[in-house]
């Protein structure tokens, strides 16, 4: 079944640390999308990228880095940067061609720092 | 830049009941398509319904409708015959007709269906 897998499913990491968070796609999407949610808050956009080898920030991007060297993946990394102790990370793909093409989520990733 | 408002930050509604969810947006574009998703408990995303600026008629899906008004920027989800398992997180999210742009979404309204 095509779908997006993120991993891992929960991310625990003292403060200081980098961490990196997997996306993986086999829907064959063009763009790609990273969102994070704080608790009882909804999504803010952190980076997203439209074709391989070009991402964009997004309203949140201090303190998290992307790349884009395959079309179905786009790994995010959270630097110790970032001063946001726990969140919620959801990754999103869609097809670019047309922009009735909703975006299609990951199960997410939360991230608690001990 | 557009924006997505949603006025409610919890309902609740009683099982078989029907309930409506607010949403409004800003945009100077023509062209654009709105979307309902789901948040239930387990936090997977799920994309409830579509709407394309240029159709005037409302979409539905099933139990979920939606009412589009254009002029007034208003895109509000009626679902009808709630059931338990519609509790959940409701986001509205915006995208304009644009290649390459990025959906916005609101800030979401949490239903609870009791019942």
């Known amino acids: 079944d095509g779908g997006i897998t993120q991993s891992p499913k929960y991310l625990f990491r003292k403060e200081g640390q980098n961490v990196t968070l997997s996306c993986e796609q086999n829907?064959?999407?063009?763009?790609m999308y990273w969102y994070r949610q704080d608790p009882g808050q909804g999504l803010r956009l952190i980076y997203y990228?439209?074709?391989?080898?070009?991402?964009q920030k997004g309203d949140i991007a201090e303190g998290y880095s992307v790349s884009r060297e395959k079309k179905e993946s786009f790994p995010l990394t959270v630097t110790s940067a970032q001063k946001n102790p726990t969140a919620f990370y959801l990754c999103?793909?869609?097809?670019?061609?047309?922009?009735?093409?909703?975006?299609?989520f990951g199960n997410g990733t939360r991230r608690t720092v001990t | 830049a557009q924006t997505v408002t949603q006025s409610q930050p919890e309902m609740s509604v009683q099982e078989a009941e029907t309930v409506t969810l607010s949403c409004t947006y800003d945009t100077s574009e023509n062209n654009y398509y709105l979307f309902w998703y789901k948040q239930p408990p387990s936090r997977q995303m799920i994309l409830v319904i579509r709407?394309?600026?240029?159709?005037?008629q409302n979409a539905t899906e099933n139990r979920f409708s939606v009412n589009f008004q254009k002029a007034a920027k208003s895109f509000s989800l009626k679902i009808s015959d709630s059931q338990l398992g519609d509790t959940a997180m409701y986001f509205c999210a915006f995208i304009p007709g644009t290649s390459g742009s990025r959906l916005t979404f609101g800030e979401g309204t949490q239903l609870t269906v009791n019942p």
């Open positions: 990228s439209q074709i391989v080898n070009d991402f």
């Open positions: 999103a793909s869609r097809l670019d061609r047309g922009i009735n093409s909703p975006l299609h």
């Open positions: 829907l064959n999407h063009d763009a």
């Open positions: 709407q394309e600026a240029y159709k005037q």
